[in-house]
């Protein structure tokens, strides 16, 4: 489940921002699902690599 526009814009206006505009809420969207997959995929190694089909948060700790 990709992180929308409206939550990243969400996300902004809670941080402080007053206005932000739609091409910095689809710019900020895209970083943080670039970002999310790139923790998930660490973490999904990690929890292979203990033979565990579950992620745990250590996992997602030592993934970021």
Known sequence: MPITKM???RILIEAGAKRVSDEAA???ADTL???AYSIS???VKLSAHAKRATIKKSDIELAQ
């Open 7 to 9: 939550t990243a814009k």
């Open 26 to 28: 689809v710019e900020f």
């Open 33 to 35: 699902n670039r970002i």
């Open 41 to 43: 995929n660490k973490a």
